[in-house]
């Protein structure tokens, strides 16, 4: 947080100071302001899985700023595995997932982000069961 004040600073200061006009100045640092405000409210955003009675959607591994979705129709069971995740250096890490009527895993959720206690809760309310145990690797 405070790298970003000082950033914010900088770059104040050097629209400030230069040969811009005071609306330039003024338009730069509001549209400053406004990226990062909305770059931390996408990137603090906590994980979520929401349903309701036609699609069930959720943030996970694979959509960081729009929600994957699928219909509540296609949903044949919660599968407890491991993931591959990460960007340079990738690690299989535990995940949910939520696979369809055809065995086709849509969305994978980090299992370190939501309790086993959660998820059991979840499919009680979907109405389909968890299978696995977290040692099977999915791709």
Known sequence: MLALAGTALSVYVLVRYSLWSQLGASIGLWAFFIVCGAVVFFGMR?????????????????????????????????????????????????????????????????????????????????DVPIKGDFTAQIR
């Open 46 to 126: 906590p994980p979520y899985v929401r349903a309701n009675a036609e699609q069930v959607w959720a943030n996970g591994l694979e959509s960081f700023f729009a929600p994957t979705r699928m219909p509540r129709a296609d949903l044949a069971y919660i599968f407890r595995g491991r993931a591959l995740v990460g960007n340079r250096f990738k690690t299989w890490q535990p995940a949910y997932f939520l696979v369809t009527k055809d065995e086709t895993p849509k969305i994978a959720l980090l299992g370190e982000t939501f309790t086993d206690e959660g998820m059991t809760e979840l499919a009680k309310r979907l």
